[in-house]
């Protein structure tokens, strides 16, 4: 696959649970290809989210 950019809009919504009353809650749709790449599964999807420089990176934890 190499390298793709791809545009996406942030899902924002109120977090639930015992958040705080104005907590937000963050998502993003991940492409379906680039996931599979990463080599995430249903019995193996731990990742590792890292902020660096200014960009998020999702690697597939070792």
Request: glycine content about 12%; hydrophobic content about 35%.
């Amino acid at each position: 696959m190499g390298t793709e950019t791809v545009e996406r809009n942030i899902i924002m919504g109120k977090a639930g649970g015992t958040a705080g009353r104005n907590s937000v809650n963050y998502k993003i749709s991940l492409p379906a290809e680039m996931v599979k790449e990463m080599g995430v599964t249903k019995e193996d999807k731990s990742v590792v989210v890292s902020f660096v420089k200014g960009k998020i990176v999702i690697e597939k934890k070792k």
